[in-house]
């Protein structure tokens, strides 16, 4: 997921790094027709979002999935 490392409230970003348009991403950084069109670039390239409301550098944040 992205979080906002100046505010966890913060919880919509924008991506403008690979694409001629604005992105706009929730916290889980789903954005359907990124993850059509790029797929496997997509982790890599969420790491160019920026929180919407401050501009700071979105941080992704992994975790290990406890259901499986
Ligand atoms: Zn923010």
């Known amino acids: 997921m992205l979080t906002c490392p100046n505010n966890p409230e913060h919880d919509t970003f924008v991506m403008t790094a690979f ?3 604005t992105w706009i991403l929730n916290s889980d950084g789903d954005c359907e ?3 059509e069109n790029t797929d496997e670039a997509v982790d890599s390239d969420l790491g160019n979002a920026r929180c919407q409301d401050c501009d700071a550098p979105a ?3 992994y975790w290990e999935d406890e259901n499986v």
């Open 33 to 35: 027709e990124i993850m």
């Open 19 to 21: 694409v001629p348009e």
């Open 59 to 61: 941080v992704i944040v």
